[in-house]
């Protein structure tokens, strides 16, 4: 038999961790965060508390939990600019119909 009998491989480690099994880093959706605290702050602070948490619960390996995160910051962000759009045309109707009625009003003297 041959001296050395046993297989060696260059590049196997049989406790090296899996990096292609690990799904890459998502998104921490901050600019939706940023644009909660513009169009309509009070869901800020849960955009904020969301786009926080992305890394830490990557970093710990609840995958599942940092792309929960991270869609819950773009979902606050853009719920937050919907709000500000209706609120603006609301507002915009409300100042259309109050015009009408003051001119309606100020051409009957």
Not at 6 to 24: E, F, G, L, W
Not at 37 to 59: C, D, E, T
Request: glycine share 4%; aromatic share 14%; charged share 5%.
């Amino acid at each position: 038999m041959y001296p050395n009998s046993t297989p060696t491989y260059a590049h196997s480690n049989v406790n090296a961790p899996d990096y292609a099994a690990t799904p890459p880093l998502p998104e921490s959706n901050t600019g939706w965060a940023a644009a909660a605290l513009i169009f309509f702050w009070p869901l800020a602070f849960a955009a904020f508390n969301h786009s926080s948490r992305v890394y830490p619960l990557w970093a710990v390996g609840d995958h599942a939990g940092a792309r929960h995160a991270s869609a819950q910051a773009k979902r606050l962000g853009k719920i937050a600019l919907l709000i500000w759009a209706v609120l603006t045309v609301l507002i915009v109707l409300f100042y259309v119909v109050v015009v009408a009625v003051a001119v309606s009003a100020a051409s009957t003297y």
